[in-house]
C-alpha cells in the first residue's frame, strides 16, 4: 500500500500554504507524540488549534471538542488526525465540511477511504506520514 502522497511537492504545499493546523487528539501529556508534534509545528510558527473535548487548553490555545467547534472566523488550513484508523474517516469528513485545505494522517493511522474521499474533495492529503519528519527532511531544519 503506498503512502500519501507519492510526492514531495505535496508535502511542500502543505507546509507552504498552511498557517493554522487542527491536531485532532493533541494529548495534554508532553510526552505524547501528539503534544510534542502540536509543539514542534508551532516551533515552526503555525498556529496550532487543539481539539481535544476534555480540556480547555493546551499549548497556549484554546481547545475546541470538534473541528465544527472551532470559529468560522478562524480558517483551518490543515487538519493533523491523531486518532485511530477506526475514527480517522469522521475526521476527515469533518475536514472537507469545515474547508480545510489539508489532512494529514499521522504514522500508522491509515484510511485509504477517507484519504481518497479527501483527494477528491479537492484537499492535499499526507497519510501515514509525521511533520517532524517530513519537515526536517525538505527543509533542511
Known amino acids: ?63 475546541h471538542p470538534s473541528l465544527e467547534s472551532v470559529p468560522a472566523e478562524t480558517p483551518v488550513d490543515v487538519v493533523d488526525v491523531f486518532r485511530r484508523s477506526t475514527h480517522a474517516g469522521g475526521h476527515v469528513d469533518e475536514a472537507i465540511a469545515v474547508g480545510a485545505k489539508a489532512v494529514w494522517l499521522q504514522l500508522g493511522v491509515i484510511d485509504e477511504d477517507a484519504a481518497a474521499r479527501a483527494s477528491a474533495a479537492g484537499l492535499d492529503v499526507a497519510m501515514d506520514r509525521c511533520p517532524k519528519i517530513e519537515h526536517p527532511r525538505l527543509y533542511g531544519r
Open 1 to 63: 500500500m503506498p503512502r500519501w502522497p507519492e510526492d514531495d511537492d505535496t508535502l511542500r504545499r502543505i507546509f507552504d500554504a498552511s498557517r493554522t493546523w487542527a491536531v485532532v487528539g493533541c494529548s495534554p501529556n508532553p510526552e505524547r507524540d501528539s503534544h510534542r508534534i502540536a509543539a514542534y509545528l508551532q516551533s515552526l510558527g503555525y498556529r496550532v488549534i487543539p481539539i481535544r473535548p476534555d480540556c480547555d487548553e493546551l499549548l497556549g490555545e484554546r481547545c
